[in-house]
Nanobody, 121 residues
Framework: QVQLVESGGGLVQPGGSLRLSCAAS????????MGWYRQAPGKKRELVAT???????DYADSVKGRFTISRDNTQNIMYLRMNNLKPEDTAVYYC???????????????WGQGTQVTVSS
């Protein structure tokens, strides 16, 4: 099947930066949309940013101008560069990918296991 593995989380001071990575592996014919979501304690999972295969991006208002999503289609890797981090960015960050397993099949949604980002002084 398909596995999504996130990395790059950690503890950072307010104003600092981190880069998250999400590597997809397995039986993959094509990956269309990919995205980053996050879930803070006691809150619902929320969308952070999305990117289509051709590079069209969209961001939550709370991260616009601070976060940048990108992807490498040849390696099936997605990134999230996070600058000027704030305490309210603290959450578990999850990657999501719409994966087409074979030609002619509809994409299936897959999720990573999550990586913790903590912004604190």
């Amino acid at each position: 099947q398909v596995q999504l593995v996130e990395s790059g989380g950690g503890l950072v001071q307010p104003g600092g930066s981190l880069r998250l990575s999400c590597a997809a592996s397995g039986t993959i014919f094509n990956i269309s949309a990919m995205g980053w979501y996050r879930q803070a304690p006691g809150k619902k999972r929320e969308l952070v940013a999305t990117i289509t295969r051709d590079g069209t991006t969209d961001y939550a208002d709370s991260v616009k101008g601070r976060f940048t999503i990108s992807r490498d289609n040849t390696q099936n890797i997605m990134y999230l560069r996070m600058n000027n981090l704030k305490p309210e960015d603290t959450a578990v960050y999850y990657c999501n990918a719409a994966v087409q397993l074979r030609w002619g099949r509809s994409p299936t949604d897959y999720w990573g296991q999550g990586t913790q980002v903590t912004v604190s002084s």
